[in-house]
């Protein structure tokens, strides 16, 4: 098995609302902040639904306070890496 080889499932935190475009949220692990943008490379990723539900629910909590029409989902990613069978 190659240290590459991987099957994981992550949540990820998307923002809409905002001009008919959607952001992915990046959390700053060292000053807390979270930043919004449109890269999937560089998005926070969870490995467990519930804490990505947990921050579903603050940002609901920022929006509803700040008065934005902001929505938030849920985006589940699927990836696999495997080594291809050379006799296959």
């Known amino acids: 098995m190659s240290v590459y080889e ?3 499932t992550r949540y990820i935190l998307v923002r809409s609302g905002l001009e008919d475009r959607e952001d992915l949220a990046t959390i700053d ?3 807390g902040n979270i930043y919004w943008n449109s890269n999937l490379d560089d998005c926070t990723k969870f490995e467990k639904k519930e804490e990505c539900e947990e ?3 603050l940002q609901e ?3 509803n306070l ?3 029409d ?3 989902e849920i985006l589940e990613e699927h990836r696999a890496i495997n080594k291809v069978d050379k006799n296959a």
């Open 55 to 57: 921050l579903l629910k």
């Open 70 to 72: 902001w929505k938030f």
């Open 6 to 8: 991987e099957n994981k």
């Open 61 to 63: 909590g920022l929006s």
């Open 29 to 31: 692990t060292y000053s």
């Open 66 to 68: 700040l008065k934005k």
